[in-house]
T-cell receptor
Framework: NAGVTQTPKFQVLKTGQSMTLQCAQD?????MYWYRQDPGMGLRLIYY???????DKGEVPNGYNVSRLNKREFSLRLESAAPSQTSVYFC??????????????FGPGTRLTVT | DAKTTQPNSMESNEEEPVHLPCNHS???????IHWYRQLPSQGPEYVIH???SNVNNRMASLAIAEDRKSSTLILHRATLRDAAVYYC??????????????FGRGTQLTVWP
């Protein structure tokens, strides 16, 4: 199993440009999450998807949109990037059944710089 | 969500035990105590969790105070690979929270050879 994969690993955008961060998991997990981590800080939840077909806002959703494309994939879109969105973005997933229900599995992150 | 308080940083020597403290004086009866760690340039990874009783797994042990207002993550023999930021997180298992995790700044553990 590859676990949680994210693309791209690095990205530099100019202010106002748009882009989509991709996330996929091969563990048949129900729930998926997008977090951002600013330097020296903990992670903050942007959006989450409890199951295929549903999405909800987290702590810091402004400036972002998400799509739960299918059970495997959960994408994060920046429509008009701003320097304040410079951060490391992590995708995570979680099963809703079985012995690992309490664990979130994180991807390696996407490092985004907006100039 | 109930808050946790952790020291900003701790240091240890390799092969020595490490006790990472966490205070959570406003914990509620339905809050589980979770620990995650984040190695440099990686995403967080699950370490351990518990509710009331002490817990052991292959990575660490979790000691929970009887009043549940504090807990301690114990690494029995620190290795260089254990150098990471350790996050103590409370997660309410009721209803709509759907497993959301609220990360603080955590404790930066430095392990010296």
């Amino acid at each position: 199993n590859a676990g949680v994969t994210q693309t791209p690993k690095f990205q530099v955008l100019k202010t106002g440009q748009s882009m989509t961060l991709q996330c996929a998991q091969d563990m048949n997990h129900n729930s998926m999450y997008w977090y951002r981590q600013d330097p020296g800080m903990g992670l903050r939840l942007i959006y989450y998807s409890a199951s295929e077909g549903t999405t909800d806002k987290g702590e810091v959703p402004n400036g972002y949109n998400v799509s739960r494309l299918n059970k495997r994939e959960f994408s994060l879109r920046l429509e008009s990037a701003a320097p304040s969105q410079t951060s490391v973005y992590f995708c995570a997933s979680r099963t809703l059944s079985g012995r690992n229900i309490y664990e979130q599995y994180f991807g390696p992150g996407t490092r985004l710089t907006v100039t | 969500d109930a808050k946790t308080t952790q020291p900003n940083s701790m240091e240890s020597n390799e092969e020595e035990p490490v006790h990472l403290p966490c205070n959570h004086s406003t914990i509620s009866g339905t809050d589980y105590i979770h620990w995650y760690r984040q190695l440099p340039s990686q995403g967080p990874e699950y370490v351990i969790h518990g509710l009331t009783s002490n817990v052991n797994n292959r990575m660490a042990s979790l000691a929970i105070a009887e009043d549940r207002k504090s807990s301690t993550l114990i690494l029995h023999r620190a290795t260089l690979r254990d150098a990471a930021v350790y996050y103590c997180i409370l997660r309410d298992v009721r209803g709509s929270t759907l497993g959301r995790l609220y990360f603080g700044r955590g404790t930066q553990l430095t392990v010296w050879p």
